[in-house]
């Protein structure tokens, strides 16, 4: 499973942005599939994560600012970030878990300017 994280970039604070997340690749089907992020000098930290039928959880540092979604027939996830902080900078990482195994993209960085 390949996974190709876009989307990132630079925004004020009180911003938006949406990142997307595509696999690609043979499997059989992607059981979760969840975002991460990891800031300078921080441990890697989840995000988000949504199941194949639907059920979501959020950190609760974005509770009411992030949306994760997913569209199974493409096999991508979204996170719709809104009211972006500064605390939110980070690379966001997408991860998806096919027959018990863990992949990751390769992170797309986020910057929330003060």
């Known amino acids: 499973v390949q996974l190709q994280a876009f989307g990132g970039g630079l925004v004020q604070a009180g911003g938006f942005l949406r990142l997307s997340c595509a696999a690609s690749?043979?499997?059989?089907?992607?059981?979760?599939m969840s975002w991460y992020r990891r800031a300078p000098g921080k441990q890697r930290e989840l995000v988000a994560f949504?199941?194949?039928?639907?059920?979501?959880y959020y950190a609760d540092s974005v509770k009411g600012r992030f949306t994760v979604s997913r569209d199974n027939a493409k096999n991508m996830v979204y996170l719709q970030m809104n009211g972006l902080k500064p605390e939110d900078s980070a690379v966001y990482y997408c991860?998806?878990?096919?027959?018990?195994?863990?992949?990751w993209g390769q992170g797309t960085q986020v910057t929330v300017s003060s």
């Open positions: 690749g043979s499997f059989f089907g992607i059981e979760t």
């Open positions: 949504i199941s194949r039928g639907g059920s979501t």
């Open positions: 991860n998806a878990v096919t027959e018990g195994t863990h992949y």
